[in-house]
């Protein structure tokens, strides 16, 4: 049996442990970037335009009403238990507000015309933020029947 021996020395051993951790951050970073790129793309719903929105409510089969209200809002910097619940309900239909907080978007407002469980006071709320679509919900707006769920109407 032969026997093969390396003597390295503290220099070498600091190279190698050097070189394998450079390696490896490489390696992580680009993973983790990827990652995040194909999870950021397949989630963007463009709706600049109030036909794309439109488009978005009739692919879960909600009709609206011709007219719409649009105004400007600034998500808070920092949340009470309303915004964290609030967001509970976006991320269960796959949007997160946590990334917006401090930004100015814009709310459109839609009656919806076809909600079966109630006939009136049933709204659309959509947040756009650079033409891009961040959230939103359904809700009704009376006090005494009063809801608010994602935009599949769960």
Not at 11 to 35: C, D, Q, R, W, Y
Not at 94 to 104: H, V
Request: glycine letters at 8%; charged letters at 25%.
């Amino acid at each position: 049996m032969k026997m093969l021996t390396l003597k390295l020395k503290p220099k070498m051993i600091f190279g190698i442990v050097l070189a394998v951790t450079g390696v490896l951050v490489i390696i992580l970073t680009f993973v983790s970037n990827h990652m995040v790129e194909s999870k950021s793309v397949s989630a963007v719903i463009s709706a600049s335009t109030d036909e794309e929105r439109r488009n978005y409510l009739a692919t879960f089969g909600w009709e609206t009403e011709e007219e719409f209200e649009e105004k400007m809002l600034t998500i808070p910097e920092s949340w009470n238990q309303v915004y964290s619940d609030y967001n509970e309900v976006q991320m269960n239909q796959g949007f997160d507000l946590t990334e917006y907080k401090g930004r100015k978007v814009t709310l459109y407002t839609y009656t919806i015309k076809n909600y079966e469980k109630a006939k009136e006071g049933i709204v659309a709320d959509m947040l756009v933020c650079d033409g891009v679509l961040i959230g939103g919900d359904l809700c009704n707006t009376s006090a005494e029947n009063g809801f608010l769920v994602g935009f599949n109407g769960e």
